[in-house]
């Protein structure tokens, strides 16, 4: 009976949503482009100059972009998964528990949002360097998930605080072990914002540019700064095909996501 | 509370915290020391580090704050005053874009949709921050989309100016950081109890009220995280302002980038790295005080 | 509940890197191109992206078996940096000029064997026994190039011949300059008649006025695609280096020109060097003795459209790019030009002043 739709009147509905229409346009619009001039004969995207599948052809004999595009997704999901492990750990320690040096944890988990990436990066190299560790893909997985923590906590953080702890003292009084209501009523309920800081952090991983291309060895390029490199040599229309591609796939991939959700549950229509 | 859960509580969270403190102490405060320590040297001749003689003479002589003291001169106080307003201008613009969208994916929106929605989000974001930021170029340039349609539709009859300037920066800027806005504003309002929303419109509040007194306050964690976490990146962005605004400021991110880069003045770039973190924890730390003396949550 | 959607994350991340592995399968070739390699038949080459003749080390890996990975750099300041860190694992990076003096001096590369190198004979003598490295122990040129002017005929009246264009009030919002430092000096002092590797506190504030000056007139900076931004008609002057200007040049000739400034401009040679702690010296050795045969080396200069320090290698170069003027200038054009140099100390007066110029 309480269908969320109702929270509102009609007219308050309809402006909502055209406002989250047109926010939706303006985040699109560039990509529209994007994908528009991966299909353009010229060189440049200054001009329009015909539909082709040319630079989508080349692509897949550029041996750079795709190293890049492998080394990106080893780092994404490699970074992503430990730092949503340990943000998470770090969130409920700082939502459930009091104890000595929490001030002092709360402060080492603003560090890495709080500094500037040039600095990051920097501090980066040279500590491996006094520490003689090699440059490699693991260097840039090790940067990766060291500032992807924080944003993973800070979410997490957000998500457990004003919770209904009845739940989990319910299940603790109907005999339930600390583990067990942990994992079967305390997780599924931060659920969204586990997924919600993955999706975070995943997307500042393929995305880094700064730290990345201080950290970065040999053989380490990912797909920012091989972008980077190619957009100072000139706009190729190679770029966007590489860009529409990855849109493709994680498109594809939210959509099976959405897919497999599509299991009704009765308590997720009551909310 | 059980007593025997607080008596277990430091333990588990230690536990819980390991990880977290042994990555961010090896890969964030080690090499920050160092670099605290390069900022109390002098830059050599080619870069690099200048050999002190005397080290006991150097410090007594204060001569390891001189980096610190040239960064409070006038030219640089500038620097910090237009990255601290354009920071601010874009998170009071992310906030206001960010919350309506995020009410709708949060409550509006059929639930079966609110992933689909929220994915939507973030799926531009897995394109590259640099292809992006050029495709806006393409738009907003004098030969670019928006003005080859008003041209070409005689709405105009000389180009708009929409690039190389501040407006072009604060769209780039906005545009980037929304989704850090919007996803935690959503993980907030997504646990808004709506029962009390009814309960304020049953006890007579108008919308715009209950609004500002239950939906806010309700969802402030959220707000709070998304103000974090797209003001401090922004005080030390500068790849934005320099392709989407020619190159032509020079923000904190700028200035620290030059002395790494072509100044070569590792300490110099240091101390002012330094000072925007202090500044950034000042104004975190006033804010915790701000929130305890309200009981209200902080942030972590 | 809790199974669902921890089993779409599962499924989600599984479909990652299943494609990672997929693309890491097939597009594991082409950076690392040549067949199956020991363990030191491998090169690691870190250069500018603008200089890959991919065909060229394709070539060279079929040749001699041995494996060859690059990455690549738009400036200068992240080789002193990878090299200064000590871990980074690159067995050639090309410098420019200054650059080399800087690493030099500070141990980070090591003696070039000379008796391996035979094709260094074929070296334009011009740009040896430079000062950042007198008898070439640490480098060899590989490419060279001036900074000079793109100005649209079109729009741009007057002679064109010197830096006028850049200054002129007449271009307000028209204009175009590169987002470096030295270079915007250097076109500010050479304008002046001084030289660009100046030092005097009186002479640098001169040119630091004028540059302020001209901020006003000036559309954007910009080190990156600048020709783009010329051919796409945001701006009709453009500061810029001479192989990516000529190449907006020669697909429209009576549109564009490149101007080299009768001021005199910058000239600069990027070198090969080799980092101090580099291991794979024989596969080393042999990249850059190929590079130095002719043929090869016209190949190279084919595909990037910028001049080699290479004499012999002008018999295989194609005409239309020995022809242009902006890639070879005559000989008379360059007698005012000057390499950059590093200014030591005075680094810090031009940053200030730098920052001040871009802090209005």
């Not at chain 2, 392709?243 to 991110?253: D, F, N, P, R, Y």
Request: overall charge positive; some cysteine; proline content about 5%.
């Amino acid at each position: 009976m309480t269908g969320r739709g109702d929270a509102r009147g009609a007219k308050g509905s309809l402006l909502l949503r055209s406002h989250a229409g047109l926010v939706y346009l303006f985040l699109y619009a560039p990509i529209g482009i994007l994908v528009l001039f991966s299909f353009n004969q010229g060189r440049q995207t200054a001009s329009w100059e015909g539909l082709t599948l040319a630079w989508y052809r080349s692509l897949f004999s550029n041996g750079l972009v795709l190293g890049a595009m492998r080394n990106s997704l080893v780092v994404g999901v490699a970074s992503t998964a430990v730092a949503t492990l340990f943000g998470t750990l770090a969130a409920l320690a700082l939502g459930r528990y009091e104890f000595r040096g929490k001030g002092f944890t709360r402060n080492l988990l603003y560090l890495p949002i709080i500094i500037p990436e040039i600095v990051v990066g920097a501090a980066l190299v040279a500590f491996f360097g006094v520490a003689g560790v090699r440059l490699s893909l693991a260097t840039v997985i090790a940067a990766h998930v060291a500032f992807s923590i924080s944003y993973v906590a800070i979410v997490v953080r957000a998500r457990l605080s004003g919770f209904d702890r009845s739940l989990e003292e319910a299940a603790l009084d109907l005999g339930a072990r600390p583990l067990a209501t942990f994992w079967r009523v305390t997780l599924p309920l931060i659920q969204p914002g586990i997924v919600a800081g993955a999706l975070l952090v995943f997307t500042i991983s393929i995305d880094d540019y700064v730290i990345t291309s201080f950290v970065a060895g040999v053989g380490a390029t990912t797909l920012p700064l091989q972008i980077y490199s190619m957009l100072k040599v000139g706009v190729t229309p190679e770029v966007n095909a590489v860009s529409t591609l990855l849109l493709a796939v994680t498109v594809a991939l939210i959509v099976i996501a959405q897919r497999l959700q599509q299991v009704p549950v009765e308590q997720e229509a009551n909310r | 509370m059980k007593s025997g859960q607080a008596a277990k509580g430091g333990r588990t969270a230690y536990g819980l915290l390991l990880p977290t403190w042994l990555t961010l102490g090896l890969l964030f405060l080690l090499p920050l020391t160092v670099l605290l320590v390069i900022s109390f040297g002098q830059r050599g001749t080619y870069g690099g580090l200048r050999p002190i003689g005397d080290l006991g003479h150097y410090l007594a002589a204060g001569a390891f704050l001189a980096n610190y003291q040239r960064s409070l001169e006038p030219i640089y106080l500038q620097i910090y005053w237009r990255s601290l307003w354009m920071a601010v201008l874009t998170t009071a613009l992310c906030l206001a874009i960010s919350y309506p969208v995020a009410y709708y994916v949060a409550v509006s929106a059929p639930v079966r949709r609110r992933n689909l929605l929220l994915g939507l989000v973030v799926v531009p974001f897995w394109t590259s921050f640099l292809v992006r930021t050029y495709a806006w170029m393409f738009i907003l340039r004098t030969e670019g989309l928006i003005n080859h349609l008003l041209l070409g539709s005689g709405l105009i009859s000389q180009p708009l100016e929409l690039l190389y300037n501040n407006a072009a920066v604060m769209i780039g800027l906005v545009y980037g950081e929304l989704p850090f806005m919007i996803l935690p504003l959503y993980a907030s309002l997504e646990k808004l109890d709506l029962s009390l929303l009814e309960a304020s419109a049953d006890l007579g509040a108008g919308r715009a009220s209950t609004f500002r007194r239950v939906t806010v306050p309700m969802t402030m964690p959220g707000i709070v995280a998304g103000i974090i976490l797209v003001f401090v990146p922004s005080l030390g962005q500068f790849i934005v302002s320099d392709l989407l605004g020619g190159a032509k400021t020079i923000l904190a991110g700028n200035l620290i980038q030059n002395q790494f880069a072509v100044a070569r003045n590792k300490p110099f770039g240091s101390a002012v790295a330094f000072e925007l973190v202090v500044g950034v924890l000042l104004l975190l730390f006033a804010y915790a005080v701000y929130t305890r003396r309200r009981g209200e949550e902080v942030l972590l | 509940m809790k199974g669902r959607l921890g089993g779409v994350l599962a499924v989600a991340l599984a479909v990652a890197l299943g494609v990672a592995l997929t693309l890491a399968a097939c597009g594991g070739q082409g950076r690392q191109a040549g067949g199956g390699p020991a363990a030191d038949k491998r090169l690691n080459i870190y250069i500018w992206s603008a200089y890959v003749p991919k065909e060229v080390i394709d070539d060279f890996s079929r040749r001699t078996g041995i494996a060859v990975s690059y990455d690549t750099y738009d400036s200068n300041e992240p080789v002193l940096e990878k090299l200064q860190s000590g871990v980074a694992d690159y067995d050639i990076v090309v410098p420019s000029d200054y650059m080399v003096r800087i690493l030099i001096s500070q141990h980070l590369l090591q003696k070039l064997d000379q008796a391996r190198l035979p094709n260094a004979k074929n070296l334009d003598p011009r740009f040896l026994n430079r000062p950042y490295d007198p008898h070439n122990a640490y480098s060899l040129p590989y490419v060279w190039g001036t900074t000079g002017v793109g100005i649209n005929k079109q729009k741009v009246k007057g002679r064109l011949d010197s830096f006028a264009p850049l200054f002129d009030p007449a271009n307000k919002g028209r204009i175009l300059m590169l987002d470096d430092m030295r270079e915007c000096f250097a076109a500010a002092l050479k304008y002046r008649g001084h030289s660009l590797n100046s030092t005097d506190p009186a002479v640098l504030k001169e040119a630091a006025d004028l540059l302020k000056r001209q901020k006003a007139l000036v559309k954007t900076y910009n080190s990156g695609d600048y020709e783009n931004i010329l051919a796409a008609g945001d701006v009709d002057v453009a500061h810029g280096y001479n192989g990516q200007l000529a190449k907006v040049v020669a697909k429209d000739p009576r549109k564009f020109a490149y101007v080299l400034p009768k001021e005199g401009a910058t000239i600069w040679v990027d070198n090969v060097c080799v980092p101090a702690r580099a291991r794979h010296l024989d596969a080393i050795w042999a990249f850059l003795n190929y590079i130095m045969e002719p043929e090869v080396n016209a190949k190279i200069v084919n595909a990037i459209s910028y001049a080699s320090a290479n004499l012999p290698a002008r018999n295989f170069i194609k005409p239309e790019i020995l022809a242009d003027r902006a890639i070879y200038p005559a000989t008379e054009a360059l007698a005012r030009c000057e390499f950059l140099e590093d200014v030591g100390e005075a680094t810090t007066l031009y940053d200030q002043y730098w920052t001040e110029i871009k802090a209005q």
